[in-house]
């Protein structure tokens, strides 16, 4: 069985920053991309952004220059730092990792999501 789980959310005012995390575990063979999407009220789930195993990264046109995603492989975690954050930034915020198991071909997992509100 695998888990993701998130933290990092909160409310925060415009211009502000948050660092969302999200941790890996169980019997995880390996972890391919992982990355953050997020989903406002009454939108589509989209995607953040992304990050390889080997470290390459893509960002939604919206938040580049704000946002920086990472990893730690020692740590199966992955964090999203967002900076100067705008009141259209909040959203429910997911993680997501392909992950293959020591039973199982890789396959996406997904956090519980973590909200995230900006006030202006």
């Known amino acids: 069985q695998v888990q993701l789980v998130e933290s990092g959310g909160g409310l925060v005012q415009a211009g502000r920053s948050l660092r969302l995390s999200c941790a890996a575990s169980?019997?995880?063979?390996?972890?391919?991309?992982m990355g953050w999407y997020r989903q406002a009220p009454g939108k589509q789930r989209e995607l953040v952004a992304g990050?390889?195993?080997?470290?390459?990264?893509n960002y939604a046109d919206s938040v580049k220059g704000r946002f920086t995603i990472s990893r730690d492989n020692a740590k199966n975690a992955v964090y999203l730092q967002m900076n100067s954050l705008k009141p259209e930034d909040t959203a429910v915020y997911y993680c997501?990792?392909?992950?293959?198991?020591?039973?199982?071909?890789?396959?996406?997992?997904w956090g519980q999501g973590t909200q995230v509100t900006v006030s202006s």
């Open positions: 169980g019997s995880i063979f390996s972890i391919n991309a």
């Open positions: 997501n990792a392909l992950i293959r198991t020591w039973r199982s071909d890789p396959r996406d997992y």
């Open positions: 990050i390889t195993s080997g470290g390459s990264t």
